[in-house]
């Protein structure tokens, strides 16, 4: 069983940053991976960047070149420095951990940005 609890959400103003934080319990040894997804208002949850125990990254092209996905593997966390924040990034934030064909979420974190 993993659990995941994500912090670093808040208000911004356009052009701000924010760094999401998510810890993960539970052991999950092996090839596994971590991700940010967000969902805002009336809109599907959709991926924001991963990056698997091997080190392997993968970012929405909205994000890309401003937004970094980092993790320690020895605290089990993965990060989310998001730069240059734009209004269209407000959302609600998830945490998510792909492992042993499961999926688990954290409950997420909320992020706005205003204009």
């Known amino acids: 069983q993993v659990q995941l609890v994500e912090s670093g959400g808040g208000l911004v103003q356009a052009g701000g940053s924010l760094r999401l934080s998510c810890a993960a319990s539970g052991t999950f040894p092996g090839f596994n991976i971590m991700g940010w997804y967000r969902q805002a208002p009336g809109k599907q949850r959709e991926l924001v960047a991963r990056?698997?125990?091997?080190?392997?990254?993968n970012y929405a092209d909205s994000v890309k070149g401003r937004f970094f996905i980092s993790r320690d593997n020895a605290k089990n966390a993965v990060y989310l420095q998001m730069n240059s924040l734009k209004p269209e990034n407000t959302a609600v934030y998830y945490c998510?951990?792909?492992?042993?064909?499961?999926?688990?979420w954290g409950q997420g974190t909320q992020v706005t940005v205003s204009s």
């Open positions: 998510n951990c792909f492992y042993s064909d499961a999926d688990y």
């Open positions: 990056i698997s125990s091997r080190g392997v990254a």
